[in-house]
């Protein structure tokens, strides 16, 4: 079992930059697959970012891609969200998630087994 713990979203101005965290228990985090997701009011969960468990590949949608970066420490069972240059239309309740024994990237969301609560990224024009 995994428990993810997000943080690091709030309010910030268009072209702003916030770093959003992922706290995971549990100590096999180094073998989990970690993908963020977002949520905008009335609209789908969509991916934003994909990273394996080592750390080696990661992958973006194309909307934040040049904009945000997916890191990982194992060290500190913790994924983190750069995001710069953000925009009005990257307000969303963001998600951390969790794939179990997946070796690459992961970018459909019933591909994860553990969801986090989400925290709320909110970007004024």
């Known amino acids: 079992q995994v428990q993810l713990v997000e943080s690091g979203g709030g309010l910030v101005q268009a072209g702003g930059s916030l770093r959003l965290s992922c706290a995971a228990s549990?100590?096999?985090?180094?073998?989990?697959?970690m993908g963020w997701f977002r949520q905008a009011p009335g609209k789908e969960r969509e991916f934003v970012s994909a990273?394996?468990?080592?750390?080696?590949?990661?992958y973006y949608a194309d909307s934040v891609k040049g904009r945000f970066t997916i890191s990982r420490d194992n060290a500190k069972n913790t994924v983190y969200l750069q995001m710069n240059s953000l925009k009005p239309e990257d307000t969303a309740l963001y998600y951390c998630?969790?794939?179990?024994?997946?070796?690459?990237?992961?970018?459909?969301?019933?591909?994860?087994?553990?969801w986090g609560q989400g925290t709320q990224v909110t970007v004024s024009s």
């Open positions: 549990g100590r096999t985090f180094s073998s989990y697959a």
């Open positions: 990273i394996s468990w080592s750390g080696v590949i990661t």
């Open positions: 998630a969790a794939a179990s024994s997946y070796v690459g990237v992961a970018t459909i969301p019933h591909e994860y087994d553990y």
